[in-house]
């Protein structure tokens, strides 16, 4: 295994291959977009499993839009998980989340028009989900998307990522089932450093990994 991927459409592959041989029960993967949407397609053909989005937000702190702080994930109502210590460090008082969790939420509606024309998650009770994206920096984010996805009953919550620091995915143990990810650098430089090619993913990316993967099964029969 080498310390840098070509590109997310490699990572993908390289994740696909892993879990081909899981054996899981009705996939159903979920990308976070937009960068986790090019890596999550491959892995949904492989598997014969239909692909989605999860659509998640991430609250950056005052100032360090970078820095998580909260994330906001879709949902009847959205779901926010904060980042208690993150905001006593950074200032992120709770007028700050709540105006940031309003514009989240705006975001996310405005991506499920556009990506999804408004339709729900696919039914998930009693299915294995596949939560991928393209790496994992602190983990505040994937929190969130794990917790919020335990409210739809799954049979099992997998995450599936190409990079993240040993630590983060130490933080992430209790909020998936099983987890695999091809490399954990001891010394992490950010997702984009273990890239080749990781340029910012448009929305027009999206929609074309979405239509690659249309014909395979979508919901598991009742």
């Not at 080498?2 to 159903?28: K, M, S």
């Not at 609250?59 to 909260?70: K, Y």
């Not at 992120?92 to 024309?117: G, K, P, T």
């Not at 294995?128 to 739809?152: E, F, K, S, Y």
Request: glycine share 6%.
């Amino acid at each position: 295994m080498h310390d840098i991927f070509l590109d997310r459409h490699q990572a993908g592959e390289q994740l696909a291959e892993v879990l081909e041989g899981w054996h899981l029960r009705q996939p159903v993967v979920l990308a976070l977009p937009r960068g986790g949407v090019p890596v999550a397609a491959p892995i949904a053909r492989r598997l014969k499993a239909p692909l989605d989005l999860l659509l998640v937000r991430k609250i950056g702190a005052p100032h360090q839009a970078e820095l998580a702080v909260a994330a906001v994930v879709e949902g009847n109502p959205p779901q926010t998980v904060v980042d208690e210590a993150g905001c006593r460090q950074t200032g992120a008082d709770a007028a700050y989340l709540d105006a940031q969790q309003r514009e989240a939420v705006r975001e996310i509606e405005r991506r499920r028009a556009h990506y999804r024309q408004g339709k729900p998650l696919p039914h998930l009770t009693g299915r294995t989900v596949i939560v991928v994206d393209d790496g994992i920096a602190t983990g505040t984010t994937m929190r969130a998307a794990l917790r919020a996805l335990r409210q739809a009953q799954p049979q099992a919550v997998v995450l599936a990522v190409p990079v993240a620091p040993p630590e983060s995915l130490a933080l992430l143990a209790d909020e998936a089932d099983r987890i695999v990810c091809l490399m954990q650098p001891a010394w992490f430089r950010g997702v984009g450093a273990h890239y080749h090619d990781f340029h910012q993913v448009p929305d027009s990316e999206v929609l074309e990994a979405l239509k690659s993967v249309e014909g395979n099964p979508h919901e598991s029969p009742d």
